[in-house]
């Protein structure tokens, strides 16, 4: 079995053991939502916290506490990713034009530290740090606007016989994921807070792009047409100039198509709200009427 599958397994195993353990006799968890924004770092993002790639988030929490300072928490984020070397800055980034777009799915437990006690301040900044597994597809567009996915086309020789070193990568995996937060009590029962959280991963594909071109005919006999033509897109540059033979020259094999120096990365960044479960006099009861707002007198 390969060693990603191996992860994956491991993590899925984890994440779903822990429910029981959150919903288990002692104090009672919190249920929550998370919404914000996600967010992808690697070969084809224009900076290092490319914000303005960013495409709206959310998702949906357990969180309990099981140790004085010391939380649990299980959750499910639901984002988007996206990457163009449009964007770049540099314009030898920009002739390369590659693209991609990817949903993603990420399902996580994490242990939470809480800065101050909680119970008592009703504010803590607090830090996190746990396992994820999640799924990802990358695809592009064509002329047309449909949706062309690139796994299938090998574009770096994944999964070629011509290429036995390049194995076909997973679009389920496991990533560690870490970050900060801040929460507030606003009353008995409702809670909100602002985090970031940075998931390190263990691919350098969520953007379809790592490391080098393979030979065109290759990659031309094993996979078709499609996949030269997404695997190299210099030739669709509005103006672009072909060589002196007049046709664009296939990079050769070897050529730096990415760099695989650096895993890639993705982010959620947004604000949570969560619900005590015996917070007041229920969920939706009188606590919700405690709210720490002040008290206008006529």
């Known amino acids: 079995m390969p060693y990603p599958v191996k992860r994956v397994l491991l993590g899925l195993f984890l994440l779903l053991s822990i429910p029981s353990v959150l919903l288990a006799q002692g104090t009672a968890p919190e249920v929550g939502i998370f919404g914000g924004i996600s967010t992808y770092n690697g070969d084809l993002s224009s900076s ?14 357990i969180r309990k506490s099981v ?32 693209d991609f777009q990817s949903n993603i799915t990420d399902v996580h437990l994490l242990a939470e530290y809480n800065f101050f006690d909680y119970s008592k301040t009703g504010f803590t900044p607090y830090v996190f740090v746990g396992i994820s597994v999640y799924h990802f597809d990358p695809y592009t567009k064509d002329t047309a606007g449909l949706r062309v996915y690139l796994p299938p086309l090998s574009t770096e020789g994944e999964g070629l016989e011509a290429y036995p070193d390049r ?31 940075i998931n390190k991963t263990f691919t350098d594909y969520l953007d379809d ?12 006999a094993e996979r078709g047409p499609t996949a030269v033509q997404y695997a190299y897109r210099t030739d669709e540059l509005p103006g672009h100039k072909p060589d002196e033979t007049g046709v664009d020259t296939y990079p050769a094999e070897g050529t730096p198509r990415g ?5 890639d990365w993705y982010y959620f960044t947004g604000l949570t709200i969560s619900f005590n479960l015996n917070g ?19």
Do not use: W
């Open 48 to 61: 290092k916290f490319p914000f303005q790639q960013s495409h709206p988030a959310f998702g949906i929490f």
């Open 67 to 98: 140790y004085k300072g010391l939380s649990l928490r299980i959750g499910a984020s639901f984002g988007k990713m996206s990457g163009a070397d449009s964007l770049a800055s540099d314009s030898s980034v920009r002739l390369r034009n590659l």
């Open 167 to 197: 194995k076909a990568y997973n679009l389920t995996q496991v990533s560690i994921p870490f970050g900060v937060g801040v929460k507030y009590a606003v009353s008995p029962v409702v809670n909100i807070g602002f985090e970031f959280r």
């Open 209 to 220: 792009v790592s490391t080098t071109y393979v030979d065109e005919n290759k990659l031309l």
């Open 259 to 263: 760099s695989a120096a650096h895993k």
């Open 280 to 298: 007041g006099n229920g969920l939706f009861g009188n606590g919700l009427k405690q709210l720490r707002c002040p008290v206008i007198r006529n």
